[in-house]
């Protein structure tokens, strides 16, 4: 069955970085989009970033363009979110999810799995 299993979450001070990694399963990985989204408490579903089963396009939200890069290594079956200069408003629950097809997308409706989640927790 497919699995996402999002890990790298933490804690970290404004100014500071995390990796983020999404390690998949149970299908083709290199045949889907694959995205990062997020949930801040209180609010809703943010997209993030979004990356192209063959890593030749990207996406990212206004709010962490500059300052977030997206990858994916379709041979360790892996998407990666690197996140720098980290603010307090980056603090969510941050989610993995796979798109039905090769292209991104932003809507919902285009992904059929999604992880658990990792938190993400920027403070001082």
């Known amino acids: 069955q497919v699995q996402l299993v999002e890990s790298g979450g933490g804690l970290a001070q404004p100014g500071g970085s995390l990796r983020l990694s999404c390690a998949a399963s149970?299908?083709?990985?290199?045949?889907?989009?694959m995205s990062w989204a997020r949930q801040a408490p209180g609010k809703g579903l943010e997209w993030v970033s979004g990356?192209?089963?063959?890593?030749?396009?990207?996406y990212y939200a206004d709010s962490v363009k500059g300052r977030v890069t997206i990858s994916r290594d379709n041979a360790k079956n892996t998407v990666y979110l690197r996140m720098n200069s980290l603010k307090p408003e980056d603090t969510a629950l941050y989610y993995c999810?796979?798109?039905?097809?090769?292209?991104?997308?932003?809507?919902?409706?285009?992904?059929?799995?999604w992880g658990q989640g990792t938190q993400v927790t920027v403070s001082s």
């Open positions: 999810a796979k798109a039905k097809w090769p292209i991104i997308t932003t809507l919902t409706d285009e992904y059929d799995y």
């Open positions: 149970g299908f083709t990985f290199s045949n889907y989009a």
């Open positions: 990356i192209s089963s063959d890593g030749s396009d990207t």
